[in-house]
């Protein structure tokens, strides 16, 4: 059963409508006029217009648009079932294999010509990318069709957020409170990183199994499931922002940092949070309140209209004027969707004109060698007012003390 | 306490001096005699020559080396204290953040000055790849040095595994079974794919852990601690060979195929089963058989001085002598390593000659749409005699088949 948490209605993937306007979006794009249509590579790009989530490997896989034309995804053999099944695309295109006796950009460069992409094609890529050890030629010198490279096209198309994809952040991010919440609640003194982290996965999981009741699919890259870990993020070593899991042993006296989140038909959202074993010296408790403050000032700079650079500007400025110089270690936030980080950037290089409807973590952080790490991470949305969090966890320093005994 | 099980010494990571001659190999490869030095941007790559294992993001990370200089990593300010930690390189060389207001690659020129790599620079890439929205110049252009495409070189020079190599790939298989032995005893009918999954990663990673008392580490990017998986593959839906977790219920009559693997330093092993929920019907058997028959005949053509096609083509006979054209998917398989796949492949298209060290995953599949899927991956090292297992599990259906009750 669901539980006595779970009391909202469950989310649903995007639909098949949805797909179709993306697609429509782009080919009536202004600066893709010059091409016949599109070949795309990369999976979360594939994914983003077609609804296919498939593990890359040295099989290429693409996605074929032809403008007025059909939508055609072009897969290895193994794959033309679970295509089938999942494409959201007019029709499913198999080659036999990679390299076999014929190469699949061979059997491409057929399928170019049938489609009417002859002249010209955009997209991410002049042929497949390197994936686990494939090689194979330009598509262009392939087929004679020129290239143009028309990602950021795409790219700035997905920056902002429709209210479907917004809705399944927001459910991501309620399944990542549940994790972080089971994950605060497991860790105590002399237990292990791993542990705490699987029992933190294990019990949010089944939560969302029991509310879903067969209805859920990650769609994504990063596992099923909500989880909730430390990445090494423990004692001293939480002073390494991007660490990876070393299987500390929590002591008295430890700064955390958390991150937590769910794939939720493909999408993500963003929680992190610090947290102490037992009270927090006079030290760790000051580098928390610059946290905290400069994380506020962060937040309610995220308004439409402004851009990105003024937010993580107005960051900056905080670690100047408290001189905090020697703590500082990266930028304020990113966007967040299918991917985990993508652009627009909060920092003081990235000039985007902030909307309503673009996510963003917003995540300054401090760092103390020999002390430790101090970041929150919530995922807000840009709207016409005030920014509003999708995420939802307590943010104060009284709630994210632990129990040192 | 490890327990009865494990009763071997644990692994270790790849020593200092196997960094160094890897890349002194590199340097002295007959074909990269026209470039000053090389510059790697992929996190494979950079692992496999400096065992720095990060999190790829937006902002950049290049690893450098100057024949007859140093070796040095190029990184955002917030990996400088991860990468002094565990980089096995000379110096660590940091630039403030991505985008900011003075471009990585702008930093990474002035350095190129510094270690003399003006003329013409080797490696997998004329700039950072587009990682989570990353934009950037060609660094040829940024740099005024040319650049030269000589990733198929240091691929090639990662086909045939060191002893040290094939140590960490067998204790990750050792694992992987570990994984395996606890799904297969997990999975009964009415029980659901999510479930019996975390309960066996969760029990291996445990008992890792407990042999290996904080001497333990992933450095890879899938994850933590051994797992056994069945990725969707459960009743008729493992007729998709590369599906996603569909969070089956297991039922009576259901065809399994799983999958296992632990991270071991950075190195994967592979490890799949085909197996039945209660006695095999006539048909799941006889599919069996053919594919049991398949890897036996695969694996026995796994010998130094064949070529890589001829394994496939033996398959690839097999299946045409039997009649089974429409069961074919894919071919044999992948050298494994560092990535779960990589080159050479045992495909008939791939007329790589195997030696003795290089590493095959063999794993002939067959799959019926309404039935299941028919899959074994063992991997084996080719030898000078014999072709050798790294992974240990029983293959044969007798122990394969699960209790119906």
Chains 1, 2 share one sequence.
Not at 39 to 52: A, D, Q, T
Request: proline share 6%; charged share 20%.
């Amino acid at each position: 059963m669901p539980g006595p948490h779970y009391t909202h209605p469950i989310a649903t993937p995007i639909a098949a409508a949805e797909y179709r306007a993306r697609r429509d979006r782009l080919l009536g794009h202004p600066e893709t006029t010059d091409v016949d249509g599109f070949v795309w590579w990369g999976n979360h790009r594939v994914f983003y217009l077609c609804g296919f989530a498939f593990a890359p490997t040295e099989r290429p896989i693409a996605l074929l648009m032809r403008r007025g034309g059909e939508t055609v995804l072009f897969v290895p053999r193994l794959e033309v079932e679970h295509a089938e099944a999942y494409a959201n695309v007019d029709r499913v295109v198999a080659y036999p294999e990679y390299p076999d006796v014929t190469h699949p950009m061979t059997h491409l460069t057929k399928l170019l010509r049938e489609l009417g992409l002859t002249s010209a094609f955009g997209g991410d890529g002049d042929g497949a990318p390197r994936v686990m050890g494939y090689r194979g030629p330009k598509l262009s010198e392939a087929s004679g069709a020129s290239f143009v490279a028309l990602d950021d096209v795409l790219e700035a198309t997905m920056q902002v957020k429709s209210p479907a994809e917004i809705a399944l952040i927001r459910e991501s991010a309620y399944w990542a409170g549940r994790a972080h919440r089971l994950l605060q609640d497991a860790t105590s003194v002399g237990r292990t990183e791993t542990e705490v982290e699987m029992e933190a996965g294990a019990g949010a999981t089944a939560e969302l199994l029991a509310a879903y009741r067969g209805a859920y699919r990650a769609l994504s890259w990063g596992g099923s499931g909500p989880f909730a870990t430390y990445r090494g993020q423990i004692g001293a070593h939480s002073a390494l922002p991007h660490s990876l899991n070393v299987n500390a042993v929590f002591a008295a006296g430890d700064t955390l940092v958390t991150g937590a989140s769910c794939p939720m038909f493909g999408y993500w959202s963003e929680l992190e949070r610090t947290m102490f074993i037992g009270d927090p010296s006079v030290e760790q408790g000051i580098y928390f309140g610059h946290m905290l403050a400069l994380q506020d000032l962060a937040i309610d700079a995220c308004r439409a209209g402004r851009t990105c650079s003024s937010v993580d500007g107005a960051v900056r400025d905080y670690f100047a004027e408290h001189d905090l110089g020697d703590a500082w270690r990266h930028h304020t936030g990113h966007n967040v969707g299918i991917r985990y980080h993508e652009g627009p950037f909060l920092d003081v290089g990235d000039d985007t004109v902030m909307e309503s409807g673009m996510l963003f973590t917003v995540e300054p952080g401090l760092y103390v060698p020999g002390l430790g790490g101090f970041r929150h991470s919530d995922t807000i949305v840009v709207t016409d007012d005030e920014p509003e969090f999708l995420t939802d966890y307590p943010r104060d320093l009284d709630r994210l003390v632990l129990d040192a005994a």
